[in-house]
């Protein structure tokens, strides 16, 4: 069961809007719908922050939106602010019953 | 509202049993699926498996045949316990309770975490 791949860091300025993506196989985010995607800040517990595929819990800001084509889903977060600046996880469900994580992204607010 | 607390030992011997509880507070610990996860500087965030209050579990294939969960409701506690420890198995330890009640939901609770050591 290998990680679900995203890219290392991802940049952006105030106000400007960033895009996060993550790519599974057949096996995970191109068979399931279940994908979430997890906030977490240093020394934090993680957040989640969107749940199957384009829902927002509770509470959880509108900048922040998912979506899923195929093997591939994405986190945009629009008119970026400083409190953003954080790693961000996402996760599906997977063949094996187990949810798999991604290798997860830095975004850093610039 | 329903919040969890993960306890136990910080620092485990190599070759040992790793045991943590999670109580949950604010609410029943019933009818909820719940996961462990952890979270290490090399492996990133890995789900060790599930466990549903009615006592079924699921282990990530990894890990099975080292890893077992169980439920206690009358202590609203979940543990963990993971056996024959190496350095790889050092990590941030989290319990965090499912989106509603199946196996599909994503982790909407989590603990706060509890740092677990493998050393001599």
């Known amino acids: 069961q290998s990680a679900l791949t995203q890219p290392a860091s991802v940049s952006g300025s105030p106000g400007q809007s960033i895009t996060i993506s993550c790519t599974g196989t057949s096996s995970d985010i191109g068979t399931y719908n279940y994908v979430s995607w997890y906030q977490q800040h240093p020394g934090k517990a993680p957040k989640l922050i969107i749940y199957?595929?384009?829902n927002r819990p509770s509470g959880v800001s509108d900048r922040f939106s998912g979506s899923k084509s195929g093997n591939t889903a994405s986190l945009t977060i629009s008119g970026l602010q400083a409190e953003d600046e954080a790693d961000y996880y996402c996760?599906?469900?997977?063949?094996?019953?187990?949810?798999?994580f991604g290798t997860g992204t830095k975004v850093t607010v610039l | 509202q329903v919040q969890l607390q993960e306890s136990g030992p910080r620092l485990v011997k190599p070759s040992e049993t790793l045991s943590l509880s999670c109580t949950v507070s604010?609410?029943?610990?019933?009818?909820?699926?719940y996961s462990w996860i952890r979270q290490s500087a090399g492996k990133g965030l890995e789900c060790i498996g599930r466990?549903?209050?009615?006592?079924?579990?699921i282990y990530n294939p990894s890990l099975t045949g080292r890893v077992t969960m169980s439920v206690d409701s009358s202590k609203n506690q979940l543990s963990l316990k993971l056996t024959s420890v190496t350095a790889a198995d050092t990590a941030v330890y989290y319990c965090?309770?499912?989106?509603?009640?199946?196996?599909?939901?994503?982790?909407?609770?989590w603990g706060q975490g509890t740092m677990v050591t493998v050393s001599s």
């Open positions: 466990i549903h209050t009615s006592g079924s579990t």
């Open positions: 965090a309770r499912l989106v509603g009640d199946t196996k599909f939901g994503a982790f909407g609770i």
């Open positions: 199957v595929v384009n």
């Open positions: 604010g609410g029943s610990i019933n009818s909820y699926y």
């Open positions: 996760n599906s469900y997977a063949s094996t019953n187990i949810r798999v």
